[in-house]
């Protein structure tokens, strides 16, 4: 008989072969960091803090060791922890926006929305610096203005990092959100209604005619902010009146930018007092030269925006109001300058009951230019948010009535309930 045969290996085994290899690597790098941040395993049986751990290296005398075999006991007091806490929140929503008999893209898509899939972590290095990463799975991308069909995107929400220069003054770097925005100033899960206010959120398209925000949102850039409620991400109590500033210097470009429109950074300017019970208040301004269109018919105009936040909180009563104010001017193609508002003023009241519950009205508007005479937009709105403490939950329901100007009034009424759960 002849000799036995090896099998012969076929292209698909030789790729099973290498994806096993690409897979056991993989592994390998994932445990190892995971290792790190779980910090070291305490001694079995041994409660001598001299005796190594079992599968440490041992130091030899006059041997060096490099400093990722050094045993952790070493480790532990020649360099600083590194500490990480993912977070995330996911947020959805049933609307209902009445149809308008004459305008085509104005209601018809009742039905349940993403507004947030967030997920990010915070890492932190003792109390030197930080860095801080998150993205959204539910950016609302629309190829046109006023198109009913949107597409659900992955988007970045927070990029930068934080390094402390001494007590309470920190310094930025990254992709984040200036102090220019009040927005900024309330975290997500804990907004009270289920929309943005008018002047940050604008007006969505399908819910009447389609206008952008009036505040900046996030950008790339640098910043120097003192704040004494807040060191590396981490919130403090604040048991007396306290202040804070942030100087901020960004590309002032699109939101998702990638880089900046021309030469010219945005600069603001940010001051903060903090006050015991949830009560902070906040005045900025801000210089932005743009550049809107393509090229070779790139245009140059430049920003110049004030703004003002506030927040209170008074026994089972609390009250926000925000106000934004830009003045716009045209300086490639000379025109008469463009100045646009929005603000809002809203009042929530904590109900008695076994679980959170308030109660809440706001009413907001917006004037995105005072070049066209009929683009003003009035929203009165009805709220209500119910927490779930135990379960990390708020359900929200609110109302809202739309007040378009005379010349191009719509039918745009709406309903929403939201459903919001977090890490």
């Known amino acids: 008989m002849g000799a036995k045969r090896r099998p012969r290996l076929t292209c698909d085994t030789y790729e099973f072969m290498h994806a096993a290899r690409g897979a056991v690597f993989v ?94 972590f915070v890492g ?10 998150a993205i959204d799975g539910a950016v609302d991308e629309r190829a046109q203005v006023n198109s009913p069909d949107g597409k659900l995107k992955v988007g970045l929400r927070d990029a930068y990092g934080d390094v402390v220069l001494s007590g309470h003054a920190v310094a930025r770097a990254g992709y984040f959100q200036a102090w220019v925005d009040p927005e900024a100033f309330v975290p997500d899960t804990a907004r009270e209604l289920v929309d943005h206010p008018i002047e940050s959120r604008g007006m969505r398209a399908t819910e009447g005619y389609q206008t952008p925000g009036l505040t900046p949102g996030r950008s790339l850039g ?12 981490e919130p403090t109590k604040v048991e007396a009146p306290a202040f804070g500033v942030e100087v901020a210097i960004q590309n002032g470009a699109d939101e998702f930018a990638s880089n900046n429109d021309n030469n010219l950074p945005a600069v603001s300017l940010a001051a903060a007092a903090r006050l015991p019970h949830d009560t902070w208040f906040v005045v900025a301004g801000r210089w932005n030269a743009r550049s809107t269109g393509d090229l070779p018919f790139r245009r140059d105009e430049t920003d ?15 009250i926000g109001a925000g106000l934004v104010l830009v003045h716009t001017t045209f300086d490639s193609t000379g025109g008469p300058a463009q100045n646009a508002y929005g603000g809002h003023a809203q009042a929530m009241i904590t109900i008695p009951a076994s679980l959170p519950f308030a109660v809440g009205y706001r009413f907001g508007v917006l004037d995105p230019s005072d070049l066209i005479v009929t683009d003003r937009v009035m929203e009165h709105t009805l709220g209500a948010v119910l927490g779930v403490p135990s379960y990390r939950m708020r359900f929200q329901l609110q109302v809202t009535h739309v007040a378009e100007q005379a ?15 977090s890490l």
């Open 27 to 120: 592994i390998a790098a994932l445990l190892g960091p995971v290792s790190a941040f779980a910090g070291d395993a305490p001694p079995v049986g041994n409660t001598d803090p001299g005796a190594a751990t079992p599968g440490t290296p041992v130091e030899v005398p006059g041997q060096v060791l490099e400093p990722e075999k050094r045993a952790p006991q070493m480790r532990k007091a020649t360099e600083p922890a590194f500490v990480w806490l993912p977070y995330g929140f996911v947020r959805l929503q049933y609307i209902a926006v009445q149809d308008d008999p004459n305008v085509a893209f104005v209601g018809r898509d009742d039905g349940f929305e993403l507004q947030n899939a967030r997920v990010g």
């Open 124 to 133: 932190k290095l003792a109390d030197k610096a930080a860095v801080t990463i």
């Open 304 to 318: 110049y925006q004030g703004t003002v936040g506030l927040h209170m909180t008074a026994g089972p009563i609390s």
């Open 407 to 421: 010349a191009r009034d719509l039918t745009n009424d709406r309903v929403q309930l939201a459903a919001e759960v």
């Open 222 to 233: 640098v910043a120097i902010h003192l704040d004494p409620a807040y060191l590396l991400g």
